[in-house]
Nanobody, 123 residues
Framework: QERLVESGGAAVQAGGSLRLSCVVSGITVDYNRVGWFRQAPGNEREGVATTLLDETVYADSVKGRFTIHVDDEKNEVYLQMTMLKPEDTAMYYC??????????????????WGQGTQVTVSS
């Protein structure tokens, strides 16, 4: 059974860094699309980063600051976040398994989701 569990969220000051982790079971991260999304209160869930094999795509708002990568041996996905800004504050979700529907950073593109981990950035 597919299961995704995120961790690593915390409260940090602007300019700080965090690394989010996602333990994935029931689906292999090396041959399936995986991604990170975030959702702030009152906002839609937005795609932050995604990767599949040699392809990596980032939202414009995080380019140059966030990095997604996978560990095939541990079957985990990570989101390294640097130069954090208050507008990065959100619940962050790990997603995996492509539905083939929509762009790679669209919510519709992913079949399986974690429960989220909260990131709060203060100014």
């Amino acid at each position: 059974q597919e299961r995704l569990v995120e961790s690593g969220g915390a409260a940090v000051q602007a300019g700080g860094s965090l690394r989010l982790s996602c333990v994935v079971s029931g689906i292999t991260v090396d041959y399936n699309r995986v991604g990170w999304f975030r959702q702030a209160p009152g906002n839609e869930r937005e795609g932050v980063a995604t990767t599949l094999l040699d392809e990596t795509v980032y939202a414009d708002s995080v380019k140059g600051r966030f990095t997604i990568h996978v560990d095939d041996e541990k079957n985990e996905v990570y989101l390294q976040m640097t130069m954090l800004k208050p507008e990065d504050t959100a619940m962050y979700y790990c997603a995996a398994g492509s539905t083939g529907v929509g762009p790679v950073l669209a919510r519709s593109r992913y079949r399986y989701w974690g429960q989220g981990t909260q990131v709060t950035v203060s100014s």
